[in-house]
């Protein structure tokens, strides 16, 4: 990362970067390592992430953004090189890759989560019966190596967390993520 930036800096708008459309986490991710690591690279919008791959491999695109689960099986073949993490903590499906932070780009952490959602009139014993079921499965076995194996983190959390944590991320995104970013709706 660190020749990458300097590269990046002393030749603006050299570098490609692909994402897979605009306002998809490639395109925020990309927005971000560009303001955090103050340099100018072109953004390629694609439809969806699969396109990328061939012209990323084949050297078209210089740099793209992609979860572990998609991108890992790639870098451990040797087609493409994993230079960063955007995650908090180096990912355990490729762990000698450093994160952004460890390579000299501070503020570049972008974290993708799932959860289950019903609608807000859905009753209370339905949405528990829901979250008890969904704990039962997360707690299988072979549900947690699958997913940890394609670098998924299990986090479990109460319905109060749960409720602050979507909060905050409701919050976090437009007010400091995309402004620093500088995307606006279109």
Known sequence: MPELVA????????????????????????????KRANIDIVEVPYKGAAPAYPDLIAGRIDLFFD??????????????????SSGATRDPALPSV?????????????????????????????????????AKVMQSADT???????????????????ASFVKNESESWPQFLLRDAGIKAE
């Open 67 to 84: 979860n572990t689960a998609t991108a890992a099986p790639f870098a451990l073949r040797g087609d493409v090189k994993a230079i960063a």
């Open 7 to 34: 590269y990046a800096r002393s030749n603006p708008g050299k570098l490609t970067i692909a994402t897979a459309g605009k306002g998809t986490g490639q395109h925020i991710a990309a927005a971000l390592l560009g």
């Open 144 to 162: 947690r190596q699958r997913l940890e194996t394609n670098g998924w983190k299990i986090i479990t959390m109460t319905p109060a967390q749960t």
């Open 98 to 134: 450093p994160t952004a932070k460890e390579s000299g780009v501070d503020g570049l952490v972008l974290e993708s989560w799932l959860g289950l959602f019903a609608p807000a009139k859905t009753p209370e014993p339905v949405v528990e019966t829901l979250r008890a079921a969904t």
